[in-house]
T-cell receptor, first 111, second 113 residues
Framework: RKEVEQDPGPFNVPEGATVAFNCTYSNSASQSFFWYRQDCRKEPKLLMSVYSSGNEDGRFTAQLNRASQYISLLIRDSKLSDSATYLCVVSYNNAGNMLTFGGGTRLMVKP | ETGVTQSPTHLIKTRGQQVTLRCSSQSGHNTVSWYQQALGQGPQFIFQYYREEENGRGNFPPRFSGLQFPNYSSELNVNALELDDSALYLC????????????FGPGTRLLVL
């Protein structure tokens, strides 16, 4: 079983749609949680950190459920530019810089 | 752009050969982590270097080794290359003791034939 599991997709949605991605992690000792975005043939870039209280950044909302070991990302009012692979990431070390990535969920936003 | 640079951008090698990949960290960052990303998968943690020593290691064999230099730049060396080593190799730099985000370089794409 993978340490971080995601539905690979692809999720094909029209512009303006709301889309949700989920992820589960197996190690209860995980300390830090993130969503990264990766465009085709590019490096991953941090989209947002995820906190137990939930956090929002514009159209993006992330939630963490430590009891269920579950992380979610909600994207509202999807834009064509949101098309990318979204990587769910956890870290077990205090500094949060030894990362374990999920396999990624591919999102394609269509006109 | 993040300020993390990697070289070369692309590389083709044959099975059994050795390869060295290089990473320059973002200014002020003293920790470098290396990741391997096979096609269609998420990146996998190889190891991390801090103060010129290996600070943590993922599930990779000893033929994957590294170095960190006094200027915090780093090398990843892979001996006895196998076909499955074909991947995008990413380095990421961060500042030890800080919860600041780590930044990834653009990666080196390695093809082993």
């Amino acid at each position: 079983r993978k340490e971080v599991e995601q539905d690979p997709g692809p999720f094909n949605v029209p512009e303006g749609a709301t889309v949700a991605f989920n992820c589960t992690y197996s190690n209860s000792a995980s300390q830090s949680f993130f969503w990264y975005r990766q465009d085709c043939r590019k490096e991953p870039k941090l989209l947002m950190s995820v906190y137990s209280s939930g956090n929002e950044d514009g159209r993006f909302t992330a939630q963490l459920n430590r009891a269920s070991q579950y992380i979610s990302l909600l994207i509202r009012d999807s834009k064509l530019s949101d098309s990318a692979t979204y990587l769910c990431v956890v870290s077990y070390n205090n500094a949060g810089n030894m990362l374990t990535f999920g396999g990624g969920t591919r999102l394609m936003v269509k006109p | 752009e993040t300020g993390v640079t990697q070289s070369p951008t692309h590389l083709i090698k044959t099975r059994g050969q050795q390869v060295t990949l290089r990473c320059s960290s973002q200014s002020g960052h003293n920790t470098v982590s290396w990741y391997q990303q096979a096609l269609g998968q998420g990146p996998q943690f190889i190891f991390q270097y801090y103060r010129e020593e290996e600070n943590g290691r993922g599930n990779f064999p000893p033929r994957f080794s590294g170095l960190q230099f006094p200027n915090y730049s780093s090398e990843l060396n892979v001996n006895a290359l196998e076909l499955d080593d074909s991947a995008l190799y990413l380095c990421a730099s961060s500042l030890a003791g800080s919860r600041e985000t780590q930044y990834f370089g653009p990666g080196t794409r390695l093809l082993v034939l």
